[in-house]
């Protein structure tokens, strides 16, 4: 990923590259907007389409478990939702993805909303933001262990991952204690805790 977003900062053209979860082509916003559009074809995963906002990715991506007991049903859901995030990671750090037989990540729309949010946080918000794709790899560990929800950190109106929302709310949500805001941003479900999740290294290792 961070080879690709070189490519791409340097040449500034429409390329398609691939994931670990299928292709994804990147191509510039008709704006100023530094960090490169983020697309996929249907073609590639069997006519589905996904959306291109977090909030319309994470549900295609943490699909709801269905189950007859509320208890049950939110157990399941969140033991589903670390392994996703564990697959996630996994691609993240390795470029590959699991054996067929332990791969979570399955179906064409999971698949192509994988693709696209690896792609979104790793090549388009760096350049937005320096150390966002450091602050999503740590809200999937968060989500791995269990503590934070696919939605809490991607899909509410104030997720713990900033950047879903705007780079503007993430500058905000990380610089809350150091500036006087007239008018504070709300702080997310699950936020305080994030940064125990975030990495000792800098934003280019793991």
């Given at each position: ?19 670990p ?8 916003f ?5 960090g ?16 291109h ?25 969140r ?7 564990n ?7 390795t ?7 332990k ?31 450091k ?6 560990r ?8 696919p ?11 900033g950047?879903?929302l705007?780079?503007?709310f993430?500058?905000?949500l ?8 007239r ?16 990495s ?7």
């Open positions: 990923m961070e080879g690709e977003q070189q490519e791409f900062t340097k040449s500034r053209k429409t390329r398609t590259t691939t994931t979860f299928g292709p994804v082509t990147l191509s510039k008709p704006t100023r907007d530094k490169p559009k983020i697309t996929t074809k249907k073609g590639d995963y069997e006519g589905q389409s996904v959306g906002k977090y909030r319309e990715l994470t549900p295609q991506l943490f699909p709801p478990v269905q189950s007859a007991k509320k208890s049950l049903r939110q157990k399941r859901q033991e589903s939702d670390s392994e996703i995030a697959e996630l990671l996994t691609a993240i750090e470029d590959l993805r699991p054996p067929r037989k791969r979570k990540i399955g179906g064409a729309a999971q698949r192509n909303a994988a693709a696209k949010m690896l792609a979104i946080s790793h090549v388009s918000e760096p350049l937005r933001m320096p150390g966002s794709g602050a999503f790899r740590g809200a999937l968060a989500i791995k262990a269990k503590t934070l929800s939605h809490d950190a991607f899909a509410s109106d104030t997720p713990a991952f950047m879903a705007t780079p503007n993430q500058r905000r990380v610089n809350r204690k150091l500036t006087q805001f008018k504070p941003p709300t702080e997310p479900e699950g936020f305080p805790d994030l940064s125990g999740y975030l000792d290294s800098s934003d280019e290792k793991y």
